[in-house]
């Protein structure tokens, strides 16, 4: 099982698939979210949205402005602005 993920931006979904890890920064500092994370909610800062994926992939993620919700083994990214970074 795997953590389903999904990162949008007021302009358009940025990405959306399964991760064994995903951190993120928020206004609490950093968190990593994995299988099985209690629920949070909070207030998404500027910064990088870091995520592997099962096979070790990584993507990152610029993000601000938004909020990261975590609820069973979905998490759910939603930035006033997000784009990839090569």
């Known amino acids: 099982m ?6 949008v931006s007021a302009e ?12 993120a920064k928020t206004t609490e500092g950093e968190i990593g979210f994995m299988q099985g994370h209690e629920p949070v909610l909070s207030i998404l800062s500027q910064g990088q949205v870091r995520i592997t994926q099962a096979d070790g992939t990584k993507i990152v993620a610029d993000a601000r402005d938004g909020f990261v919700s975590m609820e069973g083994d979905v998490l759910t990214i939603v930035a006033g602005h997000a784009q990839l970074v090569d």
Request: aromatic share 6%.
């Open 2 to 7: 795997a953590l389903n993920v999904t990162l």
């Open 12 to 23: 358009a979904e940025v990405w959306t698939g399964e991760a064994s890890l995903v951190v």
